[in-house]
């Protein structure tokens, strides 16, 4: 393979360690969540809490080409970060999991300020590299 070839695969997978990041930030969401309820902070317990939201991440990125819009915060990461959330309440609900407003709230607040909070973070790092080189 070429020195070409090898930066356009690159680019082309740089996506992949974003969205391992974003699914880290959803484990540690779940994670926290038990631990601030009291709840034993186990793999289990805290994978038992994060798979409907680590499913409907799986989804928005695919509804919102994730992999070449995985940075963006407008319009996609805020679609990325509604979709994760809404879809990821549903599927807990239907599987059993409980639905509490303030729970929604939380939700809504903790996974905004992860999923959100580090692509502008990411911006911030991209565009201060591009200014030092440049």
Excluded: C
Aim: without cysteine; charged residues 10%; aromatic residues 12%.
């Amino acid at each position: 393979m070429s020195h070409a070839g090898i930066i356009d695969t690159m680019r082309r997978l740089s996506w992949i360690p974003w969205f391992l990041l974003d699914a880290v930030l959803v484990v540690v969401f779940a994670a926290s969540g038990r631990s601030s309820h009291q709840e034993e902070v186990t793999i289990s317990g805290t994978l038992l809490v994060a798979w409907p939201f680590l499913a409907a991440l799986v989804v928005a990125l695919l509804l919102t080409k994730g992999t070449t819009t995985i940075q963006d915060i407008w319009p996609w990461g805020l679609l990325y970060w509604v979709i994760t959330v809404v879809l990821g309440m549903l599927l807990r609900v239907v599987t059993g999991g409980g639905f509490a407003w303030s729970f929604l709230g939380v939700t809504f607040g903790v996974l905004g300020l992860f999923l959100l909070g580090r692509r502008a973070v990411a911006h911030l790092i991209i565009r201060n590299r591009v200014k030092l080189r440049g």
